[in-house]
T-cell receptor
Framework: ETGVTQSPTHLIKTRGQQVTLRCSSQ?????VSWYQQALGQGPQFIFQ???????GRGNFPPRFSGLQFPNYSSELNVNALELDDSALYLC????????????FGPGTRLTVT | QKEVEQNSGPLSVPEGAIASLNCTYS??????FFWYRQYSGKSPELIMS????GDKEDGRFTAQLNKASQYVSLLIRDSQPSDSATYLC????????????FGKGTKLSVKP
């Protein structure tokens, strides 16, 4: 197992609601990335945080937002939930420099009804 | 558009055989490539990384990289039923601010 933890494990929300997912990075890792994995697809990059600032973002709308805290833990917030937001949300951590190996947490399964 | 392509499978091999998984990537900029294993209902687990042309071996796993052909492969020798999973190929783009681009994954089934 990696040292990356995520909570909660599962979550059921209604369309239009807001959700917050949490992640604690592996010890020594200062960069946290979030990915969305729909059923049958590979993970898709949402955004990345380093030194408490977003420093990279994929093709996701602004209602996907995040935070990173001084201890390198992170939150993913999604507003105005849509049915298509139902997916496995993965947090990955790494150290800043090469070789850029990323280690994933167990994920949060979000279901939007 | 940066893309990573994989055959979705399923790929079925008998126990003890060699499983060969392939992946191509669209953008020559990437220098770092990774293979992740994902069991059903679980998160991806990093099993191999490769950065230079040629082969890299780790136990029963061998990763191969050919930058000229933009091709990455993973060989699993002496395949076991416990190797049955989806294998995700990923390319890293963007340096210190970069991120992984994943293929859709190849589902491998090892039959006893």
């Amino acid at each position: 197992e990696t040292g990356v933890t995520q909570s909660p494990t599962h979550l059921i929300k209604t369309r239009g609601q807001q959700v917050t997912l949490r992640c604690s990075s592996q010890s020594g890792h200062n960069t946290v990335s979030w990915y969305q994995q729909a059923l049958g697809q590979g993970p898709q990059f949402i955004f990345q945080y380093y030194r408490e600032e977003e420093n990279g973002r994929g093709n996701f709308p602004p209602r996907f937002s995040g935070l990173q805290f001084p201890n390198y833990s992170s939150e993913l917030n999604v507003n105005a939930l849509e049915l298509d937001d139902s997916a496995l949300y993965l947090c990955a951590s790494r150290s800043t420099g090469s070789p850029y190996e990323q280690y994933f947490g167990p994920g949060t399964r979000l279901t939007v009804t | 558009q940066k893309e990573v392509e994989q055959n979705s499978g399923p790929l079925s091999v008998p126990e003890g055989a060699i499983a060969s998984l392939n992946c191509t990537y669209s953008d020559r900029v990437s220098q770092s490539f990774f293979w992740y294993r994902q069991y059903s209902g679980k998160s991806p687990e990093l099993i191999m990384s490769i950065y230079s042309n040629g082969d890299k071996e780790d136990g029963r796993f061998t990763a191969q990289l050919n930058k000229a052909s933009q091709y990455v492969s993973l060989l699993i020798r002496d395949s076991q039923p416990s190797d049955s999973a989806t294998y995700l190929c990923a390319a890293f783009y963007g340096g210190s601010q970069g991120n992984l681009i994943f293929g859709k994954g190849t589902k491998l089934s090892v039959k006893p």
